[in-house]
């Protein structure tokens, strides 16, 4: 499907239960985390997802290093406990993948991801931007922040192939 179908039931999974994010490491070991934050559009002359990742995150430890990463949206209503699960506790202590029984596939270049979801977006890092304090709006700083706390990095993936399973 062209990267901009289905623009809908991406936001709406995003203001709802979230979205799997999934990068692997350098041995190949994947991890899944739930987003709620992300972005779809043009940049470079490229279909662009964009994701938000805090620093605390094991999931951000492996962006600093990964290539791909893939977002994989569920129907409306299916794995809402995995979505739990995954944007509750750390791949640092859990195999989610294993833990919530879901199945990983292949797609381009290596990326992966999860079998059975709607629609998948399998990127490739592009880009990361770590957000400054002081280039955020007070409200925002307020609002999402601990005093000290370093805001997320934005991580940029060139949508290499958009897929629908709806
Ligand atoms: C619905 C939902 C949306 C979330 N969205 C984000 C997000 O966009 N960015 C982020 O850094 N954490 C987000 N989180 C929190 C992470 O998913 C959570 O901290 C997770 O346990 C991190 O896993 P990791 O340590 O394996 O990377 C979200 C959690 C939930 C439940």
Redesign the pocket.
């Known amino acids: 499907m062209r990267y901009d179908e289905h623009f809908k039931e991406l936001c709406g999974a995003l203001e709802g239960?979230?979205a799997f994010l999934v990068v692997a490491d350098k041995k190949g070991r994947v991890?899944?985390?739930?987003?709620?934050?992300?972005q779809l559009g043009v940049i470079w002359g490229e279909p662009v997802m964009s994701?938000?990742?805090?620093p605390?995150?094991?999931?951000?430890a492996?962006l600093e290093t990964a290539t791909h990463f893939s977002v994989c949206v569920p129907r409306r209503g299916e794995l809402e406990k995995e979505?739990?699960f995954?944007?509750?506790?750390?791949?640092?202590d859990y195999d989610?993948a294993r833990a919530c029984a879901l199945t990983l596939k292949d797609g381009a270049s290596g990326v992966k991801y999860i079998d059975g979801c709607a629609l998948v977006y399998q990127c490739e890092l592009y880009g990361r931007a770590p957000l400054a304090r002081g280039s955020l709006a007070p409200a925002a700083l307020k609002k999402y922040y601990e005093p000290a706390e370093t805001p997320?990095t934005l991580y940029f993936g060139k949508v290499l192939k958009a897929e629908n399973f709806l």
Not at 51 to 54: A, I, P, W, Y
Not at 86 to 92: E, I, V
Request: aromatic share 4%.
């Open positions: 239960a979230g991890n899944l985390m739930t987003i709620g934050w992300a994701v938000l990742v805090r605390s995150r094991h999931t951000h492996l979505l739990a995954c944007g509750t506790k750390s791949g640092r989610k997320h």
